[in-house]
C-alpha cells in the first residue's frame, strides 16, 4: 500500500539557516510527488511537483528512488517561508496520499 | 483558487446532531474530493467522486456519507457527530488528466 511518511512534525530554524523538510514513500509502482504548502490564514496550493524539476520560492525537491525520499530544500531560510508543508503521493485514480505535515518555523 | 468556496466557514454542533459541509466549484473539474485535517495526521480522505452520482469510499470514511448530484456541488454529510469528527474539512477538486488538486478555504468543524 502507498504511504508517505513526513518524520518531523515541527522544523525550527533561524533566518538565512538551510532547510530540509523530510519526506519517505512507499509504492510499488512509478511515484509522482508532490509538495503542497499551506501558509498561515490561507487555502492548501501546490508548491511544486517533482517531474516538472521547478524551483519555486528558492525550493527544490529531488526524487531518489534509492532511499525512497522527497525532500524538500532551500539554501537560505525567510520568515515568510513558515508555514505547514504536506508531501503527497499520486495514486491512480487522480488521489493523493498525504504525509503527516511539517510546521516550518523561521526565526528572524 | 479554481473557484471552490466552502459553506459553513464554521459550525459548532451539539454530539448526535446530522451536519452537512457544502462544497462548490465553478470550474467544471469533474474530480471532487473531501478531506479531513487532524495534527499529526494530515490530510485524510474521506470520500472522492469522479462524476455526477458517483462517489466512493477514502481512508477514513465511517460516519461520514457524501451526494453529487450536480458538477458544481459535492456534499459531506455527518450522519449523528461525533466529538471524534470534530477536525477541519477541505474540499479539493481536479480535473480531468490533472495532477493539481486545488483546495476550498476549509471549514471548522467542532463538535460538543
Known amino acids: 500500500a502507498q504511504r508517505v511518511t513526513q518524520p518531523e512534525k515541527l522544523l525550527s530554524v533561524f533566518k538565512g539557516a538551510p532547510v530540509e523538510l523530510k519526506c519517505n514513500y512507499s509504492?510499488?509502482?512509478?511515484?509522482?510527488l508532490f509538495w503542497y504548502v499551506q501558509y498561515s490564514r490561507q487555502r492548501l496550493q501546490l508548491l511544486l511537483r517533482?517531474?516538472s524539476r521547478e524551483s519555486i520560492k528558492g525550493f527544490t525537491a529531488d526524487l531518489n528512488k534509492g532511499e525512497t525520499s522527497f525532500h524538500l530544500k532551500k539554501p537560505f531560510a525567510q520568515e515568510e517561508d513558515s508555514a505547514m508543508y504536506y508531501c503527497?503521493?499520486?495514486?491512480?485514480?487522480?488521489?493523493?496520499?498525504f504525509g503527516g505535515g511539517t510546521r516550518l518555523m523561521v526565526k528572524p | 483558487d479554481a473557484g471552490i468556496t466552502q459553506s459553513p466557514r464554521h459550525k459548532v454542533t451539539e454530539t448526535g446532531t446530522p451536519v452537512t459541509l457544502r462544497c462548490h466549484q465553478t470550474?467544471?473539474?469533474?474530480?471532487m474530493y473531501w478531506y479531513r485535517q487532524d495534527p499529526g495526521h494530515g490530510l485524510r480522505l474521506i470520500h472522492y467522486?469522479?462524476?455526477?452520482?458517483?462517489?466512493d469510499k477514502g481512508e477514513v470514511s465511517d460516519g461520514y456519507s457524501v451526494s453529487r448530484s450536480k458538477t458544481e456541488d459535492f456534499l459531506l454529510t455527518l450522519e449523528s457527530a461525533t466529538s471524534s469528527q470534530t477536525s477541519v474539512y477541505f474540499c479539493?477538486?481536479?480535473?480531468?488528466?490533472?495532477?493539481?488538486?486545488?483546495f476550498g478555504p476549509g471549514t471548522r468543524l467542532t463538535v460538543t
Open positions: 517533482h517531474i
Open positions: 503527497a503521493l499520486y495514486n491512480a485514480g487522480n488521489m493523493l496520499t
Open positions: 467522486s469522479y462524476g455526477v452520482k458517483d462517489t
Open positions: 509504492y510499488s509502482g512509478s511515484p509522482e
Open positions: 479539493a477538486t481536479t480535473g480531468t488528466g490533472g495532477y493539481e488538486q486545488y
Open positions: 470550474e467544471n473539474h469533474r474530480y
